[in-house]
């Protein structure tokens, strides 16, 4: 078995060179060291070697949750694999492997989860994870970019028991993309405010992911974006690097809000005034307007009447010199 470890390790020194440590590129990639705890290199490998079982890992299921102060697995072998394809992407809570009470040290207040994929490097298919553990210490990389991302990972070796066997490089201390193409993306914005980046054309690496934040000036309220002519109301937006892009911030100015005068009692007619500032106020309006028209032509009418009873009343007596009878007095 050593003699065929041998091997196999040779061959992995020839099929990967060298061992850089990776380093984030573009927008909100962030990584964590690329080397252990106790300043260990990773040792370049791939896929292969590692599911065939030759380094030295941590047992599954009594050092699976346990870590250093300062992350390091108490032991396992500190690999690296490059241009590694990205599939089965599931960062976060989508991992659906949260909180697990058997971590140590313990998790503070909060939700915390690992992220996890699976990569292909040409030689075989390796599971990876972004564990848990390191997130709540502060020391892990960024979540998995986008599905098909070409990287370079570097981790720990892992046996993992549950549900199966399967080798992983898990926990993962760091990685990068490790294609040198990149994708343009154009950013601009209209009248009323800035974005963040602010705009200009960017060449971003394939497969990376970028943040845009749109920031209203004063009087503006943020509209929406337009990316390659799809409207989103998100803000800040996440822009795959996938292939070019164009993206576009609309502001509008804030809606006017009239004073509305208020008398002292708070009366009919500034109740009125205050429907009349609202975007039914032609409406309402036009039912005001013909009530108080409806109010004056009755008032007038009456007045009429009461002035003809009156005129015929004064007829009667000067004629008479008696009221009739069926007048009111």
């Known amino acids: 078995m050593l003699g065929v470890a041998m091997l196999l390790l040779g061959a992995a020194s020839l099929m990967i060179?060298?061992?850089?440590?990776?380093?984030?590129?573009?927008?909100?990639?962030?990584?964590?060291s690329s080397v252990g705890a106790s300043g260990a290199q990773p040792l370049p490998t791939t896929a292969a070697v590692i599911n065939s079982g030759v380094y030295t890992t941590r047992p599954w299921l009594t050092q699976k949750h346990v870590y250093s102060s300062t992350g390091d697995p108490s032991n396992g072998t500190l690999v690296e694999v490059q241009s590694a394809v990205l599939s089965n992407v599931a960062n976060g809570a989508?991992?659906?492997?949260?909180?697990?009470?058997?971590?140590?040290?313990?998790?503070?207040?909060?939700?915390?989860?690992?992220?996890?994929?699976?990569?292909s490097d040409g030689t075989g298919t390796v599971h990876v994870e972004i564990d848990q553990v390191y997130?709540?210490?502060?020391?892990?990389?960024?979540?998995?970019?986008?599905?098909?991302?070409?990287?370079?990972?570097?981790?720990?070796?892992?046996?993992?028991?549950?549900?199966?066997?399967?080798w992983e490089i898990h926990p993962v201390t760091a990685w990068s993309l490790s294609n040198s193409s990149t994708f343009t993306l154009a950013v601009s914005a209209g009248s009323g405010g800035t974005m963040s980046p602010a705009p200009g054309s960017y060449a971003e690496p394939a497969g990376s992911i970028v943040s845009v934040t749109a920031n209203p000036s004063?009087?503006?309220?943020?509209?929406?974006?337009?990316?390659?002519?799809?409207?989103?109301?998100?803000?800040?937006?996440s822009v795959p690097m996938n292939s070019n892009h164009i993206l576009n911030a609309s502001f509008s100015s804030s809606p006017y809000s009239p004073?509305?005068?208020?008398?002292?009692?708070?009366?009919?007619v500034w109740q009125i005034a205050r429907l009349l500032s609202g975007t039914s106020g032609l409406l309402v309006f036009g039912i005001f307007a013909g009530f108080i028209l409806t109010l004056t032509?009755?008032?007038?009418?009456?007045?009429?009447?009461?002035?003809?009873?009156?005129a015929t009343k004064r007829l009667t007596q000067g004629i008479t010199g008696r009221e009739r009878p069926d007048s009111a007095g």
């Open 297 to 310: 032509v009755l008032k007038i009418r009456a007045r009429s009447l009461l002035s003809g009873a009156r």
């Open 135 to 166: 997130k709540y210490l502060g020391i892990a990389p960024a979540d998995w970019p986008i599905a098909g991302a070409s990287l370079n990972i570097i981790g720990y070796t892992f046996m993992d028991g549950e549900g199966g066997t399967s």
């Open 17 to 32: 060179p060298g061992n850089a440590a990776p380093t984030g590129k573009g927008f909100g990639i962030t990584n964590a």
């Open 259 to 268: 004073p509305v005068r208020q008398s002292p009692g708070g009366g009919f």
């Open 94 to 119: 989508a991992s659906q492997d949260c909180s697990d009470p058997g971590d140590s040290p313990p998790a503070p207040p909060g939700t915390w989860c690992d992220s996890v994929a699976d990569v």
């Open 218 to 237: 004063s009087g503006f309220t943020f509209y929406g974006f337009t990316l390659d002519g799809v409207v989103s109301t998100a803000n800040p937006i």
